[in-house]
């Protein structure tokens, strides 16, 4: 891939928020993609009819949006730069995981191919960025999405942490706090019906969450979870 490229800034994010959105849910509609990026649906019309006509996405008026392969390609290279930077933060300045996502975002656009090789290459190659999600592969190859939801389990299920679905400060810290991140080794003691909190383990202390807080931390469960598969805290 290239280094610098012509893109201006909000082409990269809208290529990388429909690049999420098609593998996190069931398409890329005109309203999730407003919602993910805070834009009006009027303003991401327009940038769809944009990207369709330079060739990076496809769209119907009122049907979903899908990346080109040249899309994908500009969508795979700011992923792997944001999750890198968020590596680095963390792994060589010591940055807490909730403080990178903002910072990482405003690197992405400016890394060059030279430094993502050199990123790669100091850092060790990592697979994961400090959140569990994946870095992207050169190859355009969809990464293995490994482990579940911890509202998944069920009292008596053992699991370790492997990272959280939404880089949102305040629950990140919240986390951290609670010990609920990457590499954690947890219990659940019990899950209440209706909706009601998950109780767990976290070492030798126990916290309730809300089912909705449970739903956006993924583990592996303990027959999964082998060194390999762990992300580093």
């Not at 999730?32 to 327009?46: E, F, K, M, R």
């Not at 100091?122 to 190859?141: E, N, R, Y």
Request: charged share 25%; with cysteine.
């Amino acid at each position: 891939m290239a280094g610098h490229t012509h893109f201006d800034e909000s082409t990269e994010e809208y290529l990388e928020a429909i690049y999420r959105l098609e593998r996190e849910g069931p398409g890329v509609s005109t309203s999730l993609l407003a919602n993910d990026l805070g834009v009006a649906p009027a303003s991401v019309s327009g940038m769809l009819k944009k990207l369709t006509a330079e060739g990076y996405v496809t769209h119907r008026a009122r049907g979903e949006a899908k990346l080109t392969q040249e899309g994908l390609k500009v969508a795979v290279r700011v992923i792997r730069r944001h999750r890198l930077a968020e590596v680095f933060l963390t792994q060589m300045l010591g940055m807490a995981w909730d403080e990178v996502h903002e910072e990482a975002c405003r690197l992405e656009h400016a890394i060059s191919a030279k430094v993502e090789e050199r990123l790669v290459a100091v850092l060790g190659d990592p697979q994961t960025c400090p959140h569990g999600h994946a870095i992207p592969p050169l190859d355009l190859s969809d990464p293995i999405r490994p482990g579940v939801s911890l509202s998944q389990l069920g009292p008596g299920d053992t699991a370790r942490v492997h990272g959280v679905t939404e880089e949102i400060s305040e629950i990140l810290r919240y986390l951290a706090e609670i010990g609920l991140r990457p590499g954690a080794d947890i219990e659940v003691l019990e899950k209440a019906p209706l909706g009601g909190p998950v109780t767990v383990r976290v070492g030798e202390t126990r916290h309730a969450i809300s089912l909705e807080l449970a739903g956006m931390v993924t583990v592996l469960p303990a027959a999964a979870s082998a060194p390999g598969d762990l992300v580093s805290a």
